[in-house]
Every structure is written in C-alpha cells, then in structure tokens.
C-alpha cells in the first residue's frame, strides 16, 4: 500500500526565514504528487502538484517543489516566508484511481 | 464557482447514537469523496463515488458507516453507532472527469464522539 511521511509535524519559523518542508512516498510505480495546504479557518487547498515533465514544479504564493524520483521524495519549499503562510500543509501521493493518500502534516507557524 | 458545501459544521454526540453527514459537491462534478480526518493525521479515503456508483470503498468500516449518493449529485455519510475513535473531522471533496482530476475540498464537519 502507498504512504507519505512528512518529516516533522511542527515547524516555526521567523518572517523571511527559508522554508523546507519533507514529503518521502513508498510507492515504485508512477505517482502524481501534490501538496495541500489548510490556513487557519478555511478548506484544504491545492498548492501545487506533479504529474511528470520538469521534477521543480511552482504553485501559488510562490512555494515550488522538487521530485526526486530515486528518494522518492517530494520536498516543499520557500525562499523566505511571511506571517500569511502559516497554515498545515500536507503532502499527498495518487497512485491510480485518482485515489489520494495523505502524510500526517506539517504544521508550519511563522513569527512575525 | 460555488465550492463544495457540508453540513452540519460542528456536531456532538453521544456513543452508541447514530449521525449523519450531507455534502453537496461543485456542480458538474461526477466524482464525489468522502475522507476521514482524526487529530494530528492526514485525511484518509473512506469512500469514493463515480456519480451514484460506488469506486471504492475498501477503508470504509462497513458494520457501522454507511453512504449514499441515490441521484448522482449529492451524497450522505452515516455512522450507526457511533464510537469514541470515531470523533473527527468528515471531509468531502469532489473532482470533475476531464483530464487529471484535482479535488476540491469542503469546510468539513468536526464530529465529537462523548
């Protein structure tokens, strides 16, 4: 069966700070990749997803995300966040059927 | 764009009592979710409809849930009795058909089991 591990479930940083957050899947075949992210109060939402092509895909608010296809890895990041990117963020794996299989989550607090 | 509606938000209930869930999804969207949220994890598959036929339901507790989705549009979840391990939060998302299907989520219903 398929699986995501998120490295840590809590992350606080400073404004500015760099942001990387870590995503590893256990699945050999072809995946499709995405990250979702819940801020406070509202639904979960898209970020950004890989299906194939450039492995550094860009989302929205300017996070990006490498696949690494021989660490089967998926790693979230940013140059320099703010207050607003503080939110859960989930990484999620399809392995078919367009059924997801989230990691726990990575709650990310940013300091102002 | 409406986005997926879902009702109730917040319910509390007692163990061995019975609950219901209602999800609208985006207009149009022939697949329908339904995921299970428990505190300090990831949303996890329960059951997936392709309009009122069920795709997958291989993680949903069958003896005690149950879900429908009669015209195609929109679905209810059921838990008959409820547990303690069942407090969480019920997500339903939906997807159109046409190319890859990105799912959209709605605000959920945050279950209390006491």
């Known amino acids: 069966a398929q699986s995501v591990s998120q490295h840590n479930h809590h992350v606080i940083l400073s404004e500015a700070a760099s942001l990387e957050l870590g995503c590893n899947y256990s699945y050999g075949g072809t995946v499709n990749l995405f990250w979702y992210v819940q801020y406070p109060g509202q639904h979960l939402q898209l970020l950004l997803k890989?299906?194939?092509?450039?492995?550094l895909v860009k989302g929205i608010k300017g996070f990006e995300a490498e696949f690494i296809k021989s660490k089967f890895s998926f790693n979230l990041r940013k140059p320099s966040v703010q207050w607003s990117d503080t939110a859960e963020y989930f990484c999620?794996?399809?392995?078919?059927?367009?059924?997801?299989?989230f990691g726990a989550g990575t709650i990310l607090r940013v300091k102002s | 764009e409406a986005g997926v509606a879902q009702s109730p938000r917040y319910k509390i209930i007692e163990k061995r009592q019975s609950v219901a869930f209602w999800c609208n999804p985006i207009s149009g969207h022939a697949t329908l979710y339904w995921y299970q949220q428990i505190l300090g994890q990831g949303p996890k598959l329960l059951i997936q409809f392709q309009n009122n036929g069920v795709v997958d339901d291989s993680q949903l507790p069958k003896d005690r849930f149950s879900a429908e989705r009669l015209k195609g549009v929109d679905s209810t979840l059921k838990i008959q009795p409820a547990k303690l391990e069942d407090s969480a939060v019920y997500l339903c998302?939906?997807?159109?058909?046409?190319?890859?299907?990105?799912?959209?989520f709605g605000p959920g219903t945050r279950l209390t089991v006491l």
């Open positions: 998302a939906s997807s159109s058909t046409s190319g890859y299907n990105e799912q959209f």
């Open positions: 890989y299906f194939s092509g450039d492995p």
């Open positions: 999620a794996v399809n392995a078919g059927g367009n059924k997801l299989v």
